[in-house]
Each structure stands twice: as structure tokens, then as C-alpha cells.
């Protein structure tokens, strides 16, 4: 059989509910089952005894249609008895767990002590959610997002959730990054000749993806890779759609622009997609040598989902080869 049969074919690096949107839109736009999907891991705690991977979760409940589409996180039809409880005892209720999603941390949990991987884990919940892409960790050790802040370092989940992303960011750290080895699924898949884009998807930049390429030997990777790396501008209209990243752009020096986050990106990119309303940036962008495309980047339903994610697919397997990377070789595309 064709070795690069079972491969994927696109990898997607996704953080929270920007990423996990599009990762749907993907699902739909494409077999799912080339579909992989790098989650950010930075996020992940351990709280009230249990191991929690936010993003995973997103990704995994988004997939399955069973998030909860208001929040962006937890399940839908969610009951709060736990919660409740635990309010009465006095206990800690500032990071909510829903009774049916404390069924997957305690799970989780239970199988990370018997030694089993975070990958394995995954898999086999992505299983019994019937979710046919590859959901995998970006590492099977612990990293761990660090925002600096004037008044000293903070946890992720912390500033997040609840400090609801008041402090101000004056850096991160990702603690952890510089041991943790890739997961080797990932680096194979980077390495492999017949994977045909790398998307970034529209995730913060800093709290989300930087902690994936921070994990050893990532970033290289994704700038050896033969593929066309696409990234989805998380800036729509010169504002953040969801979120902190305006806020974590000024605060760390940038402009909040699509423009910022290309450049943030400029090292391993070939191609960046920006919302119709930044079509004044595409000129800007392609003088930093990036293959630039307009389009509505906003996923408001499905519809807007799938549409973004074809946009995403056409543009690697077409657009994306005229960049820096590959303007010297024959492009489908032409000059
Ligand atoms: N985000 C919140 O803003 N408040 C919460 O109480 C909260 C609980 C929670 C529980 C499980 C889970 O998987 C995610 C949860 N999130 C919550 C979201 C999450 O912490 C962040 O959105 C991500 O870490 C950022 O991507």
C-alpha cells in the first residue's frame, strides 16, 4: 500500500476556540481523517486534583458538536451539581467544571496515572467522541504558559480565567518547552514529502501558539518543512475577534494589525489569509516576501467555517507556492 495513504494531509496548529473553529470547518472541507491537528498544551493544569487540557477539550467537544457554542469551552447541556456542591463547602469555584466535563478530567486523570500517554488519552477519547481526525498533544510532557506581569509571573489559568486577563503582560515563559520532546507524530508529519499545508489557525499568537512552537525542534521543523505553511489572521478590522490578543499585542509592543501578526509569523509562513476588512494590509504584508489572501475570516455557523477552511486549502495548495519558499520552482499558479 501507499505509505503516505494513512499520513495526513494537511496539519493544523490550533489553540482555543478560534483554532478549534476553523479545525471544524476542516473536518467538513476535507476526509477528516487526513486531518491532524496540533493542541496547544500551555494551558494545561492540574486543579482540584485533576489534569485539565483546555484546548484539547475545545478541539475534542468542537469536533464532536457537543460544545458548548456560547461559552466556547465545556459542553453543551452542561449541569453545575458538582460546582454547586462545592460552593456550599467552600471549596474553589473560580475555574468551572460542568458535572459531564468532569467526567473527562477525572478519566484523563486516572489514565495519566496509570502511565498511559497524553496522546493515547486523546485518541481514545477522540474515539468515543467519533471524531475521525487526529487530535494529538504538541508534547507527551508538561509545559506550562508562565504570563510575566509588573507584580511577578502568574499561572496561565490564573490570568485567564481568574484574573480574566486583567494584568498586564509584560512576557511569557513556557516552562517545561526547552526538555519537552516533540510529539514524534507531529515531527514525522512535518517531515513527510506528501503533506500538502501547515495552518496555523487563527488562534492568539502568544498564548496559543507560541507555546507549540516553543517545544524543542518545532519551530525548525515548520521552517524546514516542505509543505506551504498557512497562517489565518486572528485580527479582524484591526481588532481581536475573541479575546486578548489586542490587548496582548499592545502590551507586548506590537500594533494591532493583521499586519503585526504576518510579521510575528514572518520567519516560517509562506501565506496568510486576512479578513476583507484588512484588505488595505495585503500590500504591506506581501513586501514582507508572504503570499497574501482576502477573505471573510469571520465563522459565524458552519457555513462561514467550511467556507474559511476551503479558502485555506485552495490557497495552500495554489497561492501558497508562490511564495519565498517556492517562487524560484514552477507554480501552479503562475508568476
Ligand atoms: N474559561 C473561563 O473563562 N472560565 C471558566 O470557568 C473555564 C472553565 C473551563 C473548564 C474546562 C475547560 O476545558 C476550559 C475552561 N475554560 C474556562 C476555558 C479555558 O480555560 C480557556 O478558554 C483556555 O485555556 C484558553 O484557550
Not at 496540533?38 to 478541539?59: A, E, Q, R
Not at 486583567?166 to 512535518?190: H, M, R, W, Y
Request: aromatic share 6%; proline share 6%.
Amino acid at each position: 500500500m501507499n505509505p503516505s495513504a494513512h499520513s495526513p494531509s494537511i496539519l493544523a496548529l490550533s489553540g482555543g476556540i478560534g483554532g478549534a473553529k476553523l479545525a471544524l470547518g476542516l473536518t467538513h472541507a476535507m476526509p477528516p481523517e487526513k486531518l491532524m491537528i496540533i493542541g496547544n498544551i500551555g494551558d494545561d493544569f492540574v486543579h482540584l486534583g485533576l489534569n485539565i487540557s483546555p484546548d484539547l477539550d475545545t478541539l475534542m467537544y468542537t469536533l464532536s458538536g457537543k460544545s458548548d457554542s456560547d461559552k466556547g469551552w465545556g459542553l453543551a447541556n452542561e449541569s453545575w451539581t458538582v460546582m454547586q456542591a462545592l460552593e456550599k463547602m467552600g471549596g474553589e469555584t473560580w475555574f468551572k467544571l460542568g458535572d459531564m466535563d468532569l467526567a473527562t478530567h477525572l478519566e484523563r486523570t486516572h489514565r495519566l496515572r496509570a502511565g498511559v500517554s497524553l496522546t493515547e488519552i486523546t485518541s481514545y477519547f477522540c474515539q468515543q467522541f467519533g471524531i475521525e481526525a487526529r487530535i494529538i498533544p504538541v508534547s507527551n510532557d508538561r509545559v506550562h504558559t508562565i504570563v510575566e506581569t509588573p507584580d511577578g509571573d502568574m499561572t496561565f489559568q490564573d490570568y485567564f480565567v481568574r484574573e480574566r486577563c486583567k494584568p498586564t503582560v509584560s512576557g511569557l515563559s513556557f516552562q517545561g518547552a526547552d526538555k519537552a520532546l516533540p510529539n514524534p507524530e507531529l515531527i514525522e508529519t512535518l517531515q513527510n514529502q506528501s503533506l500538502q499545508a501547515v495552518v496555523i489557525c487563527p488562534s492568539n499568537p502568544f498564548l496559543s501558539i507560541d507555546p507549540i512552537l516553543a517545544v524543542r525542534g518545532v519551530r525548525e521543523e515548520l521552517r524546514a518543512c516542505s509543505a506551504p505553511v498557512i497562517a489565518v489572521s486572528p485580527i479582524v478590522g484591526g481588532n481581536a475577534v475573541k479575546g486578548p490578543t489586542k490587548k496582548n499585542l499592545r502590551e507586548l509592543g506590537h500594533p494591532v494589525s493583521a499586519t503585526a501578526i504576518a510579521n510575528y509569523y514572518r520567519d516560517f509562513i509562506d501565506g496568510f489569509i486576512v479578513d476583507i476588512q484588512d484588505e488595505a494590509t495585503a500590500q504591506e504584508i506581501q513586501k514582507l516576501d508572504i503570499a497574501v489572501k482576502v477573505s471573510n475570516t469571520m465563522m459565524t455557523d458552519l457555513t462561514t467555517k467550511i467556507e474559511l477552511a476551503q479558502t485555506v486549502l485552495n490557497f495552500s495548495s495554489c497561492c501558497g507556492k508562490c511564495t519565498k519558499r517556492f517562487k524560484e520552482k514552477d507554480s501552479p499558479c503562475g508568476p
